[in-house]
């Protein structure tokens, strides 16, 4: 059958479905745009007080309906308290919702363990799913939500069928790390949560370290290569995430800044950007100049007043 070259409205596009006798499929409420390279990776870092997550990240965010990828002064993590935090890959303006919506039902809570956190932002993610699975999939056909749910308006079991795989494969464009510190007396517990679609949060701690956005694959084959374990130094990490960043830059959605971020049970480090004071340090490292070298120099300037107080090679 020869189909003309026209552009169909909504109604000519179903009527055409049947002509050919396929089911018409709306469009997803959103496009697979996942716009980054974030990576957390929990390690064992003195300063830090203990074990604590270290994360890298990219800038790049995505604009979807203009089809724009951009780099601006803005880091990719949300901060919900000083022990713990969130990085984003996705739509920026997903990412500005769910996260909002997370912190607001965490506001009286602020004592929430990491894995509360990983929830509540778990919840605000399957909400604002099904609130824009409904205005795609439901809305157009003068269907709600509880009619749908309990069958009403005499909807014919095929129908019923099709809605509910389109609400059940409605992508929401968005992943989360969310890492952080669960203060428990003198043994504080690391805690590493990945959060994606359909809004499920999954703890990672055994497996040590999570990827997430569009330049996963290359860095999860750079990190496997370094064969580091949960809980290796810092430095072993850091030089392991900055070396993945880079593999990930094959693809041409990550971004070229990079900023780096650590977390335990003292609280937050001050994020770096473009980890221009780290480099010379990193690369020492690649020319094979000494791990004590490279270490003193990471935790000069990672963290300059725990090394002016605490003068010991080999710390990190």
């Not at 580091?228 to 995430?241: E, K």
């Amino acid at each position: 059958m020869t189909i003309p070259d026209l552009r169909f409205g909504t109604h000519d596009r179903r009527v055409l479905a049947r002509l050919m006798k396929r089911r018409y499929t709306p469009p997803s409420p959103t496009s697979t745009s996942d716009v980054t390279i974030c990576i957390a990776a929990i390690c064992d870092c003195p300063p830090l007080g203990g074990y604590g997550i270290v994360a890298i990240s990219d800038r790049k965010f995505s604009m979807t309906r203009l089809a724009i990828g951009y780099e601006p002064r803005q880091s990719k993590y949300f901060a919900f308290s000083k022990e713990k935090m969130v990085l984003l890959a996705g739509q920026t303006a997903i990412q500005t919702v769910v996260c909002r919506t997370a912190a607001k039902s965490l506001e009286s809570r602020p004592e929430a363990t990491v894995a509360e956190v990983a929830e509540a932002f778990a919840e605000a993610f399957r909400a604002e799913r099904f609130k824009r699975n409904t205005h795609t999939y439901l809305e157009p056909r003068g269907v709600t939500p509880d009619e749908f749910k309990h069958r009403r308006k005499g909807l014919r079991p095929a129908l019923v069928k099709i809605i509910a795989d389109e609400l059940r494969d409605g992508y929401l464009d968005l992943q989360a790390i969310i890492a952080g510190v669960d203060p428990d007396g003198a043994t504080p517990h690391v805690q590493l949560y990945y959060v994606g679609d359909p809004g499920e949060a999954e703890c990672v701690n055994a497996q040590g370290y999570t990827v997430i956005g569009s330049g996963s694959d290359y860095a999860v084959k750079e990190l496997a290569a370094h064969g580091l374990a949960r809980g290796d130094p810092l430095s072993d990490w850091l030089y392991a995430l900055y070396c993945a960043k880079v593999e990930a830059e094959q693809d041409d959605s990550v971004g070229k800044t990079t900023d780096v971020f650590c977390v335990g049970p003292n609280g937050q480090v001050p994020m770096y950007g473009d980890m221009s004071t780290i480099l010379p340090a990193l690369r020492a490292r690649e020319r094979g100049e000494g791990r004590s070298a490279v270490v003193s120099e990471l935790t000069r300037v990672l963290f300059p007043d725990w090394a002016a107080a605490n003068p010991v090679d080999n710390v990190l």
